[in-house]
């Protein structure tokens, strides 16, 4: 059973949640836009499901309500940015304004950040340059879930990588997407029915090629895209290790197996490299390379005769990246937003624990 | 059957072809050591083997042998050149060279190219930046052989990325791969073969999916990586989708299903949205984000701990993206590089063709 809420229900709601945090007022705004972006684009594992997540790591006292964000190193066209452990949901933004203020003086602009955490969706980040005519990257490491091929250990995060490119009249290509197979939403709606997940995923604790969607909580890992070795895994692996490089290793974050934990309850891992999650981000002017208006017109063009191409049997249409997402947005601002009873009941307890009244 | 040949042989074979067809004796130089590179790391399908190709594409007067190579455009941090139609195997590393000297005064430098063609192996690009102390990067779009998810029409190529990072006393980590499930190569070794494809590598003209390796010839179509849906191919879609929108929409080259063939008896497409082929490269400088000397540091141990992972059963290692293509270069260096008999014997009909003496 789904109840389903009105954006205005969750923003006043996720807003006070993030006030009583201890979050500044403009703070708690942009937390709570970044978050339900997520909801209202059909991430749902990405959206208000994880705010009792975040309460959570500020309870630890591994979220600061309070950080201040800063540049600690850069160049004309690149940064470091430090997150003080803030809110992934606040640094990222911070960082990535960064990027865009680089590329409007050096063309592009490049910012690499340490001490953050969980940043909701990477698509949230990216999509802020298309409002400057810029094509906008955003990438961040994770706590390890993901097996490289030919290996049984957790090292890699799920690593998403988005990337926003501005169109003219046609709306603008918007790639975002685990470095995964699938992403551990997928397997934790498949939990819920009780379904067993397609061969490819997640593999068991001793490698084994699993359909268990309860494979991670037996010790086994998520699968690169590619699933093995025959279909490419080893590109998966590449690609998430690219992400968790540029987040985290350029930054000083922590990499790899040692990326810290979302749930709170999970310990932190010994001898860490880094401090924090890392992120990575990217602003690319369009006029840095051709005229804006010439280049909006190619990509309409290419948006355009990609979506004419032939479709497959049994299906009436190609998708560009970016048009599910768009296309529930639009549904759920007329709709509302759907919420699993489990959130739902979660969202209320953490609402009466902290004193901010759950919409009805 | 094979037969070796040294790596001095080849070179001065392919050196006397290019300079048969006109190229100066640097730009021949450069053709050469970058399309050798592909033998000597083992990506049999982007060297000599592609020789005739280009000596074709040439004789049909695509290729231009003394091309102008300029920039057309630029900011602090970024670049497009017009190849000219010149040898992508030479505009390349003048590409390479650009976003290198943008990326000293910058931090980092990005250049995409119009007006190109085939420029050999992704990994050979953006491996320049490695003894600059960057981090290097590189990509290209391709004639149209893959198929969007849902679509079966052919409207990207396998438009390949290739990253290199470098590291302190590890090797670097160089990542080279094709956005599709496995690259048009790995079909033709079986064909030769007579042997099936994996499901999930190709699919029939209506969409089947299939095992036959002559699918393409069917006017089937290669898959994005993930192969399908359920397994992730809108993400290879997506990947293979920006590959093409950096290098082609970015610099004016042509895009999508409209990209130049290699093949120089297929004709080129009508109503070109652009010139050429288009490259993407880029370049950061380590120490635009952090201190080289603990950039390396970091990077040794990042190298090393992926390569103490544990691993599978069946499985004696995990490797590190670059491992298999260093430890092929140090065989061949040693051994030589083997070809099939039908690529040897393709090389000495060229070589008879235009007088240059091919090595027995």
Chains 1, 2 share one sequence.
Request: glycine share 10%; aromatic share 8%; with cysteine.
């Amino acid at each position: 059973m789904n109840y389903t809420y009105s954006y205005e229900q969750l923003y006043q709601f996720t807003h006070g949640i993030f006030i009583t945090m201890g979050c500044s007022e403009s703070d708690a705004a942009m937390a709570t836009r970044v978050l339900l972006s997520a909801d209202m684009r059909g991430i749902d594992s990405h959206g208000v499901a994880r705010l009792s997540g975040y309460v959570r790591l500020w309870e630890a006292g591994r979220i600061n309500a309070t950080p201040n964000i800063k540049v600690v190193h850069e160049t004309p066209s690149t940064a470091v940015i430090d997150g003080d452990a803030g809110l992934g949901l606040v640094v990222a933004p911070f960082a990535m304004t960064v990027a865009i203020e680089k590329a409007k003086v050096a063309g592009t602009g490049w910012v690499s950040v340490r001490n953050s955490n969980h940043f909701g969706i990477a698509g949230y980040h990216a999509m802020m340059a298309l409002e400057h005519d810029m094509t906008g990257m955003a990438m961040t490491n994770a706590s390890a879930l993901v097996a490289p091929t030919f290996s049984t250990e957790r090292m890699l995060g799920t690593n998403p990588i988005a990337v926003a490119i501005p169109a003219g009249a046609q709306p603008p290509f918007v790639a975002d997407f685990a470095t995964t197979t699938a992403a551990n939403g997928k397997l934790e709606i498949l939990q819920r029915k009780q379904a067993e997940a397609p061969l490819g995923w997640v593999q068991e604790a001793d490698g084994t090629p699993s359909t268990d969607a309860n494979a991670l909580k037996k010790d086994g890992s998520l699968l690169p895209l590619g699933s093995d070795r025959e279909h490419g895994s080893h590109k998966g692996y590449a690609l998430g290790s690219i992400v968790d490089i540029f987040s985290a290793v350029f930054s000083g974050a922590s990499y790899g197996p040692w990326a810290p934990p979302f749930p709170a309850y999970v310990p932190m891992p010994q001898n860490m490299p880094g401090v924090g999650l890392g992120h990575f981000f990217g602003a690319m002017r369009v006029d840095a390379f051709r005229p804006a208006e010439e280049f909006k017109e190619h990509m309409d063009n290419w948006i355009m005769r990609f979506r004419s191409a032939t479709p497959a049997p049994g299906h009436d249409r190609v998708l560009i990246p970016g048009d599910p997402e768009r296309e529930m947005e639009a549904i759920r601002t007329k709709e509302g937003i759907p919420l699993v009873a489990s959130v739902a009941n979660d969202l209320k307890a953490l609402g009466e624990k902290v004193g901010v009244a759950f919409p009805h």
